[in-house]
């Protein structure tokens, strides 16, 4: 893994700001090179899958499983500038769960101005129903790339209620929650949040598509979200890209009484920062 990641570990404002607000900006996660690339990688993705889906030109396009697509959605799998401040959220017995790819054109024009309520949840579907206690436990997180330039509010910048990770209910069935907040990025940002975080995307009424890419991280125990489809690439990729791919020596033990040679990003940073760093 690029040791470039140490100079990048968590601070402990942003430690604060997720564990207040459930959420924290990191601009200027992805190098500009890089993110001309992925933007490219998008671009193509979406003149092919658009037909295939049968989306209209102002229709939002979304690919779940989007990992294997491209080798290019590998160099963010542990991106330097977020992969660390993942690992000391969550720790280090973790995989990629789930990958969702948006591509979001203006709305057309006879449909702009119109404002109805957002679309608010949390993420990881039944496990908001099934899981026990309130605040409900966090299981996992994901990282939001914003490819294209959301420094203005109204171009389907995604929304968050700052602090509603610790609810696990919104009372406001008729309109937007009290606090509701545009994140503003610009090309290269990244967000990190809570699954738990009250959350949504909104109308795009620029003339800027919108184009973000959500990598979600969770324990090794946790069933995937997607079908990690990356038999095609999983074996040239490197230990630590193995593990969070999915990958396993032990079998289904190896998930939930994982021995070193399941989670090599354990010796990892063990090795670079010390063994109080993988401290159970």
């Not at 017995?93 to 057309?108: G, V, W």
């Not at 324990?219 to 997607?226: F, I, N």
């Not at 193995?242 to 190896?254: I, R």
Request: proline share 8%; charged share 30%.
């Amino acid at each position: 893994m690029d040791t470039d990641c140490l100079n990048h570990r968590l601070t402990e404002s942003e430690k604060i700001a997720f564990e207040r607000d459930g959420y924290f900006i990191i601009p200027d996660a992805i190098e500009p090179d890089l993110l001309q690339r992925v933007e490219a990688v998008m671009d193509r993705l979406d003149t092919e899958h658009r037909p295939l889906k049968e989306k209209g030109p102002h229709d939002a396009l979304g690919i779940h499983d989007f990992i294997g697509k491209d080798p290019i959605f590998l160099e963010l799998l542990d991106c330097p500038k977020t992969i660390l401040r993942v690992s000391e959220i969550l720790g280090w017995n973790i995989k990629l769960y789930h990958s969702d790819f948006r591509y979001t054109p203006p709305r057309a024009p006879e449909e702009r101005g119109t404002q109805k309520r957002l679309g608010w949840h949390q993420d990881s579907g039944r496990l908001n129903r099934e899981l026990e206690g309130s605040p409900r436990p966090r299981v996992s997180l994901k990282v939001a790339f914003f490819i294209s330039d959301l420094s203005s509010p109204g171009r389907g910048n995604f929304h968050v209620v700052p602090g509603s990770h610790l609810l696990n209910s919104l009372d406001s069935p008729d309109e937007n929650p009290e606090g509701t907040t545009p994140v503003i990025a610009a090309p290269g940002t990244a967000a990190i949040f809570d699954r738990r975080l009250w959350h949504s995307a909104s109308p795009n009424d620029s003339e800027n598509i919108r184009k973000v890419l959500f990598y979600g991280y969770s324990y090794r125990w946790l069933q995937p979200r997607d079908d990690m489809t990356v038999d095609h690439i999983i074996d040239g990729c490197d230990p630590i890209r193995q593990q969070l791919l999915g990958a396993t020596a032990n079998g289904g033990f190896g998930y939930t009484s994982p021995k070193d040679e399941d989670v090599p990003l354990k010796g990892w940073l063990a090795e670079h920062l010390g063994p109080e760093a993988v401290a159970d």
